[in-house]
C-alpha cells in the first residue's frame, strides 16, 4: 500500500508539472500573440482572426477587438482629415479669383475721376477686400497648421537675417504713421523653421505698428542656455492685465482694439507656431505705456 501511494503521488507531481508546463507554454504563446498584435497595429498592418474560447485567449481576443476598433477610429481620423484637406485647399482655390478680382477692379476705380462719395465707396471696397484676403490667407494657414497638414521642420538657424527681413517688410508701414522700427544686430542662433517662425514674428510686429500711434518699436534680442529670446517692443496703447491672458485666443479683440484694423487671429496664429516647433510666447504691457512680447525658441 506504502509503494501505491508513492507511485500515486509521483503520478500527481508529474500531472502537476505537466499541467504547469502547458499553461507556461499557453501564456507565452498568448503574450506573444498579444505582442504580434501590438506591433501589427503600430505598423498599421493588424488584422482581426479567429481566436479559441480559453480563458487566455478570451483575453487576447478582446485585446483584438480593441485593436480593431482603434484600426477603424484611426481611419475614420484619417479619412476625416482628408475631407478637411480638400475643403480647405476648395475654399483657397475658389475665393483667391474673386477677391483678387475686386481688389484688382476697385484699384483700377480709385485711379479713375470720381466724384470724393464713390471715391470713399471704392476706397472702403478695397479695404474690406484686403481685410477678407488676409482673413482667408490666415483661416488656412491656421486650419492647416492645426489639422498636422504643414509639418514645420526646425533646425539651426542665425536669427539675424530672419528678423531683419521681418523689419524690413513693416518699414514703409512704420515709416507712414512716423514710427522708428529698429532691429537690433544679432549672431544668436536658435532651432526654428524660418518661413513659419517669420510668420510668427510678422503677426507680433504687425500688432505693433498697428496700435501704436507715436514712438517707436524695437526687436532686440539675448541667449540663454537652453533658449534665445526674442522681444519686439512698442509704445503703443499697452494692454489691460487682465487682458493679458485673452489676447492669444482665436478672434479675441479687446474694446479699445476694435478699432483698429483686423480680425484677432494673428496672435493666435503667431502661438500655434512658435509652439508647434517647441518655443512659446509671452507678454509684459502697461496700459499707456507699450508692450513687450517675448518670444522663445530653443537652441
Known amino acids: 500500500m506504502h509503494e501505491i501511494g508513492i507511485y500515486f503521488g509521483l503520478l500527481g507531481v508529474l500531472a502537476g508539472a505537466a499541467i504547469g508546463l502547458w499553461s507556461r507554454a499557453n501564456t507565452r504563446k498568448t503574450m506573444n500573440r498579444i505582442g504580434e498584435m501590438l506591433d501589427a497595429a503600430i505598423s498599421g498592418t493588424f488584422t482581426e482572426r479567429g481566436f479559441d474560447e480559453s480563458e487566455l485567449s478570451a483575453l487576447e481576443t478582446r485585446f483584438a ?3 480593431s476598433a482603434a484600426e477603424v477610429s484611426a481611419g475614420n481620423v ?22 483678387a478680382n475686386l481688389l484688382l477692379y476697385s484699384e483700377l476705380l480709385m485711379e479713375a475721376d470720381l466724384p470724393p462719395a464713390a471715391m470713399a465707396n471704392v476706397e472702403t471696397i478695397h479695404a474690406q477686400s484686403e ?3 488676409f482673413l482667408i490667407d490666415a483661416l488656412v494657414k491656421l486650419s492647416r497648421l492645426e489639422n498636422g497638414m504643414i509639418t514645420l521642420s526646425p533646425g539651426k538657424h542665425p536669427l539675424g537675417p530672419t528678423l531683419a527681413g521681418v523689419a524690413a517688410q513693416y518699414a514703409a508701414k512704420a515709416d507712414r504713421k512716423g514710427l522708428c522700427l529698429e532691429c537690433s544686430a544679432s549672431d544668436i542662433s536658435a ?12 503677426n507680433i510686429v504687425d500688432n505693433a505698428v498697428k496700435y501704436t500711434q507715436t514712438g517707436s518699436i524695437t526687436i532686440t534680442t539675448r541667449s540663454y542656455d537652453l533658449f534665445a529670446r526674442i522681444d519686439i517692443t512698442d509704445t503703443g496703447m499697452g494692454i489691460p ?25 494673428g496672435l493666435y ?3 500655434q507656431i512658435l509652439s508647434s516647433q517647441g518655443g512659446y510666447i509671452k507678454v509684459a504691457s502697461v496700459p499707456g505705456k507699450g508692450s513687450t512680447f517675448s518670444v522663445f525658441l530653443r537652441k
Open 191 to 202: 532651432s526654428f523653421d524660418p518661413k513659419w517662425t517669420a510668420e510668427a514674428l510678422a
Open 241 to 265: 492685465e487682465s487682458e493679458q491672458p485673452k489676447i492669444f485666443s482665436r478672434f479675441y479683440r479687446s474694446e479699445p482694439a476694435a478699432q483698429q484694423e483686423g480680425v484677432g487671429i
Open 269 to 271: 496664429l503667431a502661438r
Open 65 to 67: 477587438h480593441y485593436l
Open 131 to 133: 481685410k477678407l484676403r
Open 78 to 99: 484619417a479619412q476625416e482629415k482628408d475631407k478637411i484637406k480638400s475643403l480647405i485647399g476648395d475654399i483657397s482655390h475658389q475665393t483667391k479669383t474673386p477677391i
